[in-house]
């Protein structure tokens, strides 16, 4: 990372993972893997991945663009996050957040890294900096949090729609009394925000319910009813169902039990680097308590 003269290398790790649980489609007649397949319109022809190209669709006519024009382009090869501004941080909108990554000091000493973030607390700054992540340019914000810096891309300013809505536009009035007792209500819900006291319920009841039927012995054996299926004769992906729907469960268990292991809960790094550095994740904690369920204003 590059701002003026001052060089900071760093790592660079996702610092988001999806916990959903995975799922597919299946025949409710006899379990049969549903899957797509790559078929031309024209010919009919189930196609393999190295026959297929871009194309650029207007309505009208249709481009075609070749591995070989795709090439052609001035590829961003740059391996450096370059600082363009510092701007106050409250003009950064959330709206425009996109995903995260945690930043690594990469160096013998990390004092150049520390440097930059003391800077950007002390100032109340978040720096705006540009770099290539998998061949496209991304505008990202450098913030800090806790001692990590934090790079966190932004969405262009086009691809933020605007809010018109012409109800919003006829007077409306509100009273003295109407507010009064309006700010009494928030803040008869005031609190401190904790992320953990959260949790995704649908998602907990789902790996419940596959631990359940795995339990009672309801669950087809994956090889013999979904067969050996390449990805190149079918189009789509192929998962082993109960390696996942196992792993899930041995995940909920150890998150109920609060005895999770390091090594289920690794997240892949993402790097823009060609190091691959590995990252542990803490273990996984217990259920978070459920809130008491708010009033909802009708």
């Given at each position: 990372?590059?701002?003026?003269?001052?060089?900071?290398?760093?790592?660079?790790?996702?610092?988001?993972?999806?916990?959903?649980?995975?799922?597919?489609?299946?025949?409710?007649?006899?379990?049969?893997?549903?899957?797509?397949?790559?078929?031309?319109?024209?010919?009919?022809?189930?196609v393999a991945y190295q026959d297929i190209d871009k194309a650029?669709?207007?309505?009208?006519?249709?481009?075609?663009?070749?591995?070989?024009?795709?090439?052609?382009?001035?590829?961003?090869?740059?391996?450096?996050?370059?600082?363009?501004?510092?701007?106050?941080?409250?003009?950064?909108?959330?709206?425009?957040?996109?995903?995260?990554?945690?930043?690594?000091?990469?160096?013998a000493s990390p004092k150049a890294y520390v440097l930059l973030r003391r800077t950007l607390e002390q100032t109340d700054r978040t720096a705006i900096v540009r770099f290539s992540l998998r061949q496209k340019t991304r505008l990202a914000a450098l913030r800090v949090r806790g001692d990590v810096l934090v790079l966190q891309t932004l969405l262009w300013a086009d691809e933020v729609r605007e809010a018109a809505f012409p109800s919003l536009d006829e007077p409306v009035r509100i009273s003295a009394k109407e507010l009064e007792l309006s700010a009494s209500l928030v803040e008869s819900f005031a609190s401190d925000f904790d992320p953990s006291e959260f949790a995704d319920e649908y998602q907990e009841e789902l790996r419940v319910l596959i631990e359940a039927k795995i339990e009672q012995g309801d669950a087809l054996d994956t090889s013999e009813t979904f067969g050996d299926h390449e990805e190149e004769d079918t189009g789509g992906e192929v998962i082993d169902l109960m390696a996942a729907l196992r792993a899930s469960v041995e995940r909920s268990r150890a998150a109920r039990e609060g005895t999770g292991s390091d090594a289920a809960s690794k997240p892949a790094a993402e790097s823009t680097g060609s190091a691959k550095p590995k990252t542990v994740k803490a273990a996984a904690k217990p259920a978070a308590k459920k809130k008491p369920a708010k009033a909802k204003a009708s």
């Open positions: 990372m590059t701002f003026g003269l001052v060089n900071v290398p760093v790592k660079v790790y996702s610092a988001t993972e999806d916990h959903d649980v995975s799922l597919h489609q299946v025949h409710n007649k006899d379990g049969g893997r549903i899957r797509y397949q790559r078929k031309c319109e024209v010919c009919g022809e189930v650029y669709d207007d309505g009208e006519r249709t481009v075609v663009l070749t591995a070989d024009d795709l090439a052609s382009l001035p590829a961003e090869r740059s391996r450096e996050i370059d600082v363009v501004e510092f701007v106050p941080s409250d003009q950064v909108d959330l709206l425009t957040l996109d995903k995260a990554y945690y930043l690594e000091p990469d160096s």
